[in-house]
């Protein structure tokens, strides 16, 4: 089993920054791609970014390209999303996920709990 949490979310105004972190616990974390997913009320969950097991292959949804970062540290356990000129369309619950490298939830097989991110206009 693989625990993950994520922190780093909060309210920022239109045009700021922030850093989530996902945390893993238990099996291995270089063992799997990792994935980050957002989920605004009302609509379903959406793709954001992925990074392989290695980290040498990165993929973001067009939405975010440019302006979003996914990394990851094995040797700590723990991946990163830093996120810059953030927009009210970017307010959602974040969740990091890890699993085969896609751009499909469905492939991802252990979540956190998620993280809240507001960008006001």
């Known amino acids: 089993q693989v625990q993950l949490v994520e922190s780093g979310g909060g309210v920022v105004q239109a045009g700021g920054s922030l850093r989530l972190s996902c945390a893993a616990s238990?099996?291995?974390?270089?063992?799997?791609?990792m994935g980050w997913f957002r989920q605004a009320p009302g609509k379903e969950r959406e793709f954001v970014a992925a990074?392989?097991?290695?980290?040498?292959?990165?993929i973001y949804a067009d939405s975010v390209k440019g302006r979003f970062t996914i990394s990851r540290d094995n040797a700590r356990n723990t991946g990163y999303l830093q996120m810059n000129s953030l927009g009210p369309e970017d307010t959602a619950v974040y969740y990091c996920?890890?699993?085969?490298?896609?751009?499909?939830?469905?492939?991802?097989?252990?979540w956190g709990q998620g993280t809240q991110v507001t960008a006001s206009s």
């Open positions: 996920t890890l699993g085969q490298f896609s751009s499909t939830w469905s492939r991802y097989k252990y």
């Open positions: 238990g099996r291995t974390f270089s063992d799997y791609a």
């Open positions: 990074i392989s097991l290695s980290g040498v292959t990165r």
